[in-house]
Nanobody
């Protein structure tokens, strides 16, 4: 059973950067399409970015496009999300998720069967 654990969250000042990491256990994450989602208080969950299996395509939503990079570290069995120029509206609980059925990633939450427990990111001065 695939288990995902997020790390790297915390409190960051506006304009700062953060690198979130999604670690997988018991399986090789490179075999899965992986996505990052986030949910702010009182708002619906939204997709942030995704990466297809075996260093395939990457997708970014408008919320982070141009200031975010998703990447794989196969040596560490992680998928990392770097977000730069953080804004208060980036404050949310961030989740990583894995799609066991499709090689190409999407930003549709229903495609993802495995989810991490989430990690808080707070952007505030």
């Amino acid at each position: 059973q695939l288990q995902l654990v997020e790390s790297g969250g915390g409190l960051v000042q506006p304009g700062g950067s953060l690198r979130l990491s999604c670690a997988g256990s018991r399986v090789t994450l490179d075999d899965y399409a992986i996505a990052w989602f986030r949910q702010a208080p009182g708002k619906e969950r939204e997709a942030v970015s995704c990466i297809s299996s075996h260093r395939g395509r990457t997708l970014y939503t408008e919320a982070v496009k141009g200031r975010s990079t998703i990447s794989r570290d196969n040596a560490e069995n992680t998928v990392d999300l770097q977000i730069n120029n953080l804004k208060p509206e980036d404050t949310a609980v961030y989740y990583c998720a894995a799609d066991p059925w499709n090689s190409w990633c999407t930003t549709t939450a229903a495609h993802y069967n495995y989810w991490g427990q989430g990690i808080q990111v707070t952007v505030s001065s």
